[in-house]
């Protein structure tokens, strides 16, 4: 089993930063694309970042200039700068990693964190 776990959500006022971060653990052979999404009431989830194992990087367009996704494949981990933070980026964020284990089966599949949640007002 993986687990993927994400902190540093909350409130802040428009114009200010968060942090996001998630740490995959459990039975990890290798992780190759790791994101975060975000779903905001009524709307549906889509995907705000990603970053390949090689480091290559995109995101929506929404944000472009203002976020950056970073991870430490030694730790596992996947963040997500959030600069410039406005009232439409409030939503729910999800992690999700592509994960290969070879315990207790040998399997490629997608695992997604519990979500953290950012609000953005003043």
């Known amino acids: 089993q993986v687990q993927l776990v994400e902190s540093g959500g909350g409130l802040v006022q428009p114009g200010g930063s968060l942090r996001l971060s998630c740490a995959a653990s459990?039975?990890?052979?290798?992780?190759?694309?790791m994101g975060w999404y975000r779903q905001a009431p009524g709307k549906q989830r889509e995907l705000v970042a990603a970053?390949?194992?090689?480091?290559?990087?995109n995101y929506v367009d929404s944000v472009k200039g203002r976020f950056t996704i970073s991870r430490d494949n030694a730790r596992d981990t996947v963040y997500l700068q959030m600069n410039s933070l406005k009232p439409e980026d409030t939503a729910n964020y999800y992690c999700?990693?592509?994960?290969?284990?070879?315990?207790?089966?040998?399997?490629?599949?997608?695992?997604w964190g519990q979500g953290t949640q950012v609000t953005v007002s003043s």
């Open positions: 999700t990693a592509w994960v290969f284990t070879t315990t207790p089966v040998y399997e490629y599949r997608d695992y």
């Open positions: 459990g039975s990890i052979f290798s992780i190759n694309d």
């Open positions: 970053i390949t194992n090689g480091g290559s990087t």
